[in-house]
């Protein structure tokens, strides 16, 4: 897998997980806690992508 494909899939996996806070933040039954583990791990993504980008 190439580096820009592998920041790609990165991308796609960000974008998912925005997603899945979005629907967890309208969601009654979401607890705090889940959402505040999605949105870590959607820092750390975030955080690889810029890596790779620079080294790119």
Known sequence: MSLSSHIE???KK???LSD???V???SPGASDF???EL???KLRLKEEIEKLS???
Request: aromatic fraction near 0%.
């Open 20 to 22: 899945q806070v979005e």
């Open 24 to 26: 967890a933040q309208r």
């Open 34 to 36: 889940e959402i505040a």
């Open 54 to 56: 620079v080294s790119a």
């Open 39 to 41: 949105k870590k791990h």
């Open 14 to 16: 960000h974008q998912a």
């Open 9 to 11: 899939e990165l991308k």
